[in-house]
């Protein structure tokens, strides 16, 4: 991992707060939360992505002390899974809308405790753990979207079942996306040919 | 400590942390959405209602508070709705037929609320009544004329509206309890009206 | 035209895991083909266990059957894959556990919550029991499943792990440089290849199946959640007949590294060989729908390709690997011993099973043979003839004392035994399903009761012979951790 020079870090810092600054001015707030797949599927995934990408900018040093600190990749990735999967309860939703303070938590929690911790973890999983935390959230995905589609009742207050429905089948389309673009990156990735020994002498 | 045990610490710690929050944000992993929230919480905790003058479908001025001391069945609709609103007025009437006549309008009483009070008039009112056989006495149908009111009597029984694109509504249906002492003390769902009317009647 | 020359190295042994792997396989095969024979018994009408225990024992062999296979598979994949790539032992043995974790699980579901909805889990059936399980007890199998499919996808993706570190990534550890374009000899070994397939295939099929399987738990607690019962059926197929082929995809690994080792001929990975694992890894997971072809809901599409590429997929591998299994061995001199004589067996075993599944594949047949003993009759050929023939023949190799070592006489008797018993016992159930004998039933008519007794004492031969393979790998399990040339070396017939 190379150094970033630090002023390419501070127009990175600057270009992530901006980001989230417009995230969070209302009329963008509203108009992303006005449609459930806006919210769940836009502006939820986006806020963890700044988490993610501000983790980057830290510096290896940073990064490793926050990892030591933490004890490693695994308790990262579980505190990320909690933290995404309560903003994935229908009723977390609504609270965010109806309540400025839950809104707030929101905002805070997503990039801390999801996209952080993430991205901590991501460089030390290797192909392994990255391939299980990718074929776990992508068959949840789906199952996810399953549930908002067969919901017998409307699971939001705050949104119309059409909108439930169509966040639905967005997640489970974008399931089968994700899963054919990290099958198909198994096949175009990597270097050449390593050496043709075999690993095991006699 | 070392690195693995110091992992296997953190990872307890954040596991017991999420489970914990998990079952704190969600009653006991009993309440994924808010309107199931909304039950056990009414449940645990009868809510009281705001004062609200309402207008019946023959134009009677009434408070919300006149029904105190008896058993008021709550329903919150819009009259030209042609969904969930016309199973809410069946199960309304299922558990009018079932509550004894000795006590309907005497201890038990049904209300029918529209949130719709612009094109909701009483005419619009009667006529749904009629179509649901609503007697207008011990099942009277009314809508809140002061916006100020409606909004806080809605937020207090917890019905969200939001307007869908065909000139209607989406709004959460359920049939709501509302106690003697005029306190919100139960939500049910509405398929399930003849349970409601069984424990109406016990209550008696 | 590429040239390959074959190096004569001495046989790595097995690692313990390795060992762990086939211990545990065939411990478990052999309790369930005692719970299979009970099942025979049943139907013969020679012991009275009841309905709801037959089904019981079914769903426990189904569910164990189609799991030790996968593990002794895996076992044969691993042992040699290793050669060519850098795996993760601790991964591996991880995979045993959460097997042994799911085993439990999934035997406490049955044996004392009673579930018997069989291994398929086919939606609504575990949900809806009628009151002869709780949910309980499903969930407790359908977890089982997760468990296990858990600690396969691990193991699959430390194996895509490796391969991508030696090979770059899958499409040349597909060999498709060499498929594609000029074919310079340098395509990986067979093994990998196969590897590089049951790895794609696998990780799909398992995605598939952790889905419908977190669904029905969801559903299971939550019915308002709909199934649509046309997708759950279509998932649950995609993953267990992706699943259960590649069991066999990862045993004939056996086939490619040892057979060479007796005749001193490699097995190229020439263009015919690498088309047709590809052609494979695309078929496999588009042929379950010939599972439904009575299914007149299912889409007529997805009927028509199922039919299609069910007869296509017969042909590539078996027919490749049948004709490169003969070139290695024609006029090689090649000495019979137990291993080779199985693993040879085995690729019998293979074809023979696939031809009635050929015939099933035809949707006019399917109708009327699909749900009788004939597709019991398929699998159980190409599984116990072909799949389980592999593993005893990988077994007899690792324990083998040395390379001029002659088999006892016992050994060969259960051989012809074990061949005679099995193909009796196959016949038996081909046979019934030809007399219209309904597959899944506990109690049989009184006409069909005489194929069911040859059936069971075929069985009873075929337990008789795998125990004494069993037990010569289990006393032999010292040697198998050792280097050492195993082979015996040919006596070519002409200079």
Known sequence: MTAIAPDRARIGFCALGALYLLLAAPPVRSWLEATMSGHMLVQ???????????????????????????????????????????????????????????????????????????????????????????????????????????????????????????????????????FAAWLGHLFVAGPPVGNPRAVHGP | MSAVARSVAVTALVTVLGSGAFWWGTDGFTAFTAETARRVDILRAPRPLPAAVLEDQDGRVFNLDDYRGRLLAVEVIYTRCTTICNSLGMAFRQIRDRVPAEALGRDVALLSISFDPERDDPASLKAYGIAHGADGEHWRLARVRDAAQLRALLEAFGVVVIADRFGGFEHNAAIHLVGRDGRLVEISDLDAPLQFAAKLVETL | MATYTYEHTPDHGAKAGVLAYLATSAAVLLLMMVFGLLMRLEQAQWISIGADRFYELMTLHGAGMVGIAAIAGASVMWHFLRQYVDLSSRIFIANLVLFLAGVVMILGSVLIGHFHGAWTFLFPLPGKSMGMWSPGAAALFMGGLLVIGVGFLLLHLDIARAIVARYGNFARALGWPQLFGHDDGKAPPPTVVASAMVTVVNVIGLVVGASILTMMLVNLYVPGFDIDPLLAKGMIYFFGHIFINATIYMAVIAVYEILPRYTQRPWKSNKVFLASWTASTLM???????????????????????????????????VVTGYGALMIVYRSGIRWDMASKLLFLSLFGWAAGAMPAFIDGTITVNYVMHNTLWVPGHFHTYLLLGMVAMVFGFMYYLGKPDHEADDRLIDRIAFWLFTASVLGFTLSFLYSGKESVARRYAAHLPEWVPYDRIGAVFAMLVIASSLLFVGRFFSRIGLARHDYQRAPVARPATA
């Not at chain 3, 028509?304 to 007869?311: A, F």
């Open chain 1, 44 to 178: 939820i995934p986006l806020l963890a992505a700044i988490g993610f990408a501000a983790c980057r900018l830290l510096g290896a040093r940073h990064q490793e002390r926050l990892l030591a600190i933490a004890g490693g990749p695994i308790p990262l990735v579980v505190m990320a899974f909690f933290a995404s999967s309560w903003w994935m309860l229908p009723r977390a939703l609504d609270d965010a809308l109806a309540h400025p303070l839950v809104e707030v938590a929101k905002f805070v929690s997503l990039p801390t405790l999801v996209g952080l911790p993430l991205a901590l973890a991501w460089r030390r999983l290797g192909i392994i753990g990255r391939g299980f935390v990718w074929t776990n959230f992508i068959s949840m995905l789906a199952v996810l979207g399953w549930l908002y589609i067969a919901a017998p009742q409307r699971l939001c207050n705050s949104y119309l079942v059409d909108q439930q429905a169509s966040a639905g089948w967005l997640m489970v389309k974008l399931a089968l996306l994700l």
């Open chain 3, 284 to 318: 496999v997971m588009f042929i379950f729908p010939h599972h439904l072809l009575m299914d007149f809901a299912f889409p007529k599409w997805m009927l028509v390709m199922g039919h299609i590429i069910g007869y296509l997929n017969t042909v590539p591998i078996l």
